[in-house]
């Protein structure tokens, strides 16, 4: 009982607790604030790749569009539902299986 109270009464160990404490749950950027904005972070990130990937899909169809012309119609019919003046398009929908 006597070595308990010691290590209690032990000035730098309750310096060192009490600046744990303040770290952990009274800092501007305790944990759970460190753990929102690492979570965001990842959030974020995983936002970054996949613009990359939408922005090199897009310079890619700009290349395709530049160096060949047939490309631009294929982008008008499929994207903009466009056609010739002496043609029909006819656009079928498929019917979605009845859930039970």
Same mark, same amino acid.
């Given at each position: 009982?006597?070595?308990?109270?010691?290590?209690?009464?032990?000035?730098?160990?309750?310096?060192?607790?009490?600046?744990?404490?303040?770290?952990?749950?009274?800092? +501007?950027?305790?944990?759970?604030?460190?753990?929102?904005?690492?979570?965001?972070?990842?959030? #974020? !990130? @995983? %936002?970054?790749?996949?613009?990359?990937?939408?922005?090199?899909?897009?310079?890619?169809?700009?290349?395709?569009?530049?160096?060949?012309?047939?490309?631009?119609?294929?982008?008008? +019919?499929?994207?903009?539902?466009?056609?010739?003046?002496?043609?029909?398009?006819?656009?079928? #929908? !498929? @019917? %979605?299986?009845?859930?039970?």
């Amino acid at each position: 009982m006597e070595r308990f109270l010691y290590v209690i009464r032990n000035k730098y160990l309750l310096a060192g607790v009490a600046f744990v404490v303040w770290m952990l749950f009274f800092d +501007r950027n305790d944990f759970s604030t460190q753990y929102s904005y690492q979570k965001e972070k990842s959030n #974020l !990130e @995983k %936002e970054k790749t996949y613009y990359e990937k939408e922005i090199a899909g897009i310079q890619q169809t700009i290349k395709d569009v530049q160096n060949n012309p047939s490309e631009i119609q294929r982008i008008a +019919r499929e994207r903009y539902q466009m056609k010739k003046d002496n043609e029909d398009v006819y656009v079928i #929908l !498929e @019917k %979605e299986a009845e859930k039970k």
